[in-house]
């Protein structure tokens, strides 16, 4: 099973930028890190994607250090829209398999007027 | 649109009742996957596909069977249906089994078990 380690809830304000870490120690040579957004009452739904480096889209930007063992996700100039549980979710390489992928609690991040 | 498509979206079972879940995708994804997500608990994963006719277990399969005959169609059974199934269950593909495009999440099946 895929290891992630988020913080359980972040607060912010609105018009600020927030960057929420997830730490993945064991991740696979091969997988990518992704980032989705869950709404109450809806699926989750995905923001970015990135192997190394950095990775910006109309969304995020996504920043994952050469050792890839922890990433950040930015969401800039966070609205009230964007409060919602974040997921961090990446591969296991402690035993293989078409299963490595789990979500973890996510991160609740919470915009505040 | 492309997606998927999970049918129904509210379910009320008696205990010992049965039931199937339907999942169904039109992207031609070869992984699918059910998680079910309960308070606090994030999502959980249930059975995956890698192709037709290929399942597996995952995190808490117990309760739960699965088939697949097609790409396209997925469908989780509850054979015998009890309160702690209570949960809000999702469906998802991608075209890779570890993810590495990204999953595509149908808006999920909330059930509720008496």
């Known amino acids: 099973l895929a290891k992630t380690t988020q913080p359980i809830s972040m607060d912010s304000y609105e018009g600020q930028e927030v960057n929420i870490t997830c730490s993945h120690n064991?991740?696979?040579?091969?997988?990518?890190i992704t980032w989705y957004q869950q709404f109450p009452s809806q699926g989750p739904r995905f923001i970015i994607q990135?192997?190394?480096t950095k990775v910006t889209n109309e969304v995020a930007s996504l920043f994952i250090p050469a050792d890839r063992k922890s990433s950040t996700l930015s969401l800039p100039r966070v609205s009230l829209s964007d409060t919602a549980v974040y997921y961090c979710l990446v591969g296991d390489n402690s035993g293989g398999g078409a299963d490595g992928l789990t979500f973890g609690k996510g991160t609740h991040l919470i915009i505040q007027p | 649109n492309a997606g998927v498509t999970q049918t129904p979206k509210f379910q009320v079972l008696k205990t010992g009742q049965s039931m199937t879940l339907q999942c169904a995708q039109d992207m031609n994804h070869e992984y699918m996957s059910w998680y079910r997500q309960d308070p606090g608990m994030g999502l959980r994963l249930i059975h995956y596909?890698?192709?037709?006719?290929?399942?597996d277990q995952g995190e808490v399969p117990n309760g739960y069977n699965v088939s697949r005959s097609t790409t396209e169609d997925f469908p989780l059974r509850l054979l015998s249906a009890a309160p702690s199934q209570t949960s809000v269950y999702f469906c998802a593909s991608s075209y890779s089994p570890r993810g590495n495009y990204g999953y595509t999440f149908g808006s999920g099946t909330r059930l509720t078990v008496v």
């Open positions: 990135g192997y190394k």
């Open positions: 596909s890698v192709g037709a006719g290929i399942t």
């Open positions: 064991n991740i696979a040579t091969n997988d990518y």
